[in-house]
C-alpha cells in the first residue's frame, strides 16, 4: 500500500519560509513524477510545482523565483522550500504522486496547512 506523508506545514509571517517533506513508502519511489498541490479557502486545487526524477522542475507562474521543488530518491522523499511566502500561499498543500508511470491515477498525501499571515 503507497503512503504518503507530509510534514513541515505550519504559520509564517509574510516574507518567511517554510520547507515541506513528503516521505513515500510502497512505491518505486524513482520512477515516479512527484508533485505538491494547494487548495487556498474557497479555491480550486492546483498545481504550484513538480519534479520527475532527473527532470527539469515545474513551477505555477505565482511560485516561480520563490518556490522550489526537490527530491531524494535514495530517501523516497520529495520537498517544497518554500521562500519570500506571500499571504495568497495559504492553504493546504498535498504531496502527490503524479499517475502515469507506475500507477494509473495520481496519489495523495494527507495535506498539510501553510498559513502566511501579516
Known amino acids: 500500500q503507497v503512503q504518503l506523508v507530509e510534514s513541515g506545514g505550519g504559520s509564517a509571517q509574510a516574507g518567511g519560509s517554510l520547507r515541506l517533506s513528503c516521505l513515500v513508502s510502497?512505491?518505486?519511489?524513482?520512477?515516479?513524477?512527484m508533485g505538491w498541490y494547494r487548495q487556498a479557502p474557497g479555491k480550486r486545487r492546483e498545481l504550484a510545482a513538480h519534479?520527475?526524477?532527473?527532470?527539469?522542475?515545474y513551477y505555477l507562474d505565482s511560485v516561480k523565483g520563490r518556490f522550489t521543488i526537490s527530491r531524494d530518491d535514495a530517501k523516497s522523499t520529495v520537498y517544497l522550500q518554500m521562500n519570500n511566502l506571500q499571504l495568497e500561499d495559504t492553504g493546504v498543500y498535498y504531496c502527490?504522486?503524479?499517475?502515469?508511470?507506475?500507477?494509473?491515477?495520481?496519489?495523495w498525501g494527507q495535506g498539510t496547512q501553510v498559513t502566511v499571515s501579516s
Open positions: 502527490t504522486l503524479l499517475g502515469g508511470s507506475q500507477f494509473p491515477d495520481d496519489l
Open positions: 510502497g512505491s518505486d519511489f524513482a520512477i515516479n513524477a
Open positions: 519534479i520527475a526524477s532527473g527532470g527539469d522542475p
